[in-house]
């Protein structure tokens, strides 16, 4: 699996610079992403891009559309393998609700249902699994979406560049004490609690999925901000739990402010924690940055606890036991 992941720079490069069609439509003010897992990381991705838009963006990790669609949605089902059945059934209720449709899969059932009614699909590389595909859906996603994207073709290759550079600081070419993303995997021990800023949810959910696919570990992610009014209270008892701080470089001036006082209740109560800060930058950098670093983390825990990441049998028991 680690082999996926090392290569994650020069797949986003490969996907952006492909040669594709791109999506033109106008005018689009309600955009629906839907996708389930490693596909719904996708989807809070780019919902995370949108977030400063006049656009009105929904994610979609379930069976079935809002009641808002019409004709004027832009409906993006994504499923790397392309036959997950939630969002076979968006696709499917898309298509019923006649909105507009672009449909991302590396094939499958998506792809197959898309030829047959002749809606816009476009391809994805799937390596190895739909987790460590990644990279290479979201950045053909950038390439063929770019026309209505509310961020430039440079922010898009500054991310890559990003990724290019703490490559060499996180992945398996340097196993030494200073890579972050294996320092935090020693680290853990326990179950963590993941805190995170508004803008920096999709990350922290990526992080969580990661950690529990690949390491098999039980996770929490919580709001900073929502917690402190009900989660934080669960630190009165002696937990079991470890809290990991997500913090953003931009944070809101009172989300900083919660990240000082947060940290003085943990030090007050000596419950040790764990930091990480985003880059500067743009969004997108700061997204990929953090999913790439934190991927790693899951990796990492998973070989130190000599677990393998990749079968992933519960899932599959319970796609075997239903319709
Ligand atoms: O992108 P797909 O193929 O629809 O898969 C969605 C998710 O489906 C789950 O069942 C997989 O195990 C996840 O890892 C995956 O991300």
Known sequence: MYQAYDSWPNISDVAFK???????????????????????????????????TKIYVDVVKGYHLPHTVDNNTLVIPI??????????????????????IVAFSSGGKI?????????EHRSVPFIHTPRASFA???????????????????????????????NKKI????????NPSLNLAYWIKKSPLIYYPWGLESPSIRFKNSLQENAKLHVITEDIIESCHNGIVAWEKNSTIQPIL?????????????????????KKNKI???EINSVKGDILSKMV??????????????????TDPTPIHSINFIKQNIE
């Not at 990796?299 to 606890?305: E, F, G, H, N, W």
């Open 18 to 52: 492909k040669k594709c069609e791109k999506i033109h439509y106008k005018g689009i003010k309600h955009i629906v992403f839907a996708g389930m897992g490693g596909s719904g990381h996708i989807s809070d991705v780019f919902y995370s891009i949108f977030s400063k």
């Open 79 to 100: 499923s790397i393998s392309g036959n997950t059945v939630e969002t076979l059934s968006i696709l499917r209720d898309a298509k019923k609700k006649k909105c507009k």
């Open 111 to 119: 792809k197959e249902f898309c030829r047959k009614n002749k809606i």
């Open 136 to 166: 290479g859906t979201l950045y053909t996603m950038l390439n063929v979406l770019e026309p209505i994207l509310p961020i430039n073709k440079k922010e898009i290759i500054r991310s890559i560049e990003t990724l290019k550079k703490i």
């Open 171 to 178: 992945a398996t070419s340097n196993l030494s004490n200073s």
């Open 246 to 266: 997500i913090q953003g470089e931009k944070d809101y001036i009172k989300t900083k402010e919660r990240w000082r006082v947060i940290k003085k209740y943990f």
């Open 272 to 274: 040790d924690y764990w």
């Open 289 to 306: 940055s953090l999913i790439y670093q934190l991927d790693y983390t899951s990796i990492y825990k998973a070989i130190l606890t000599k």
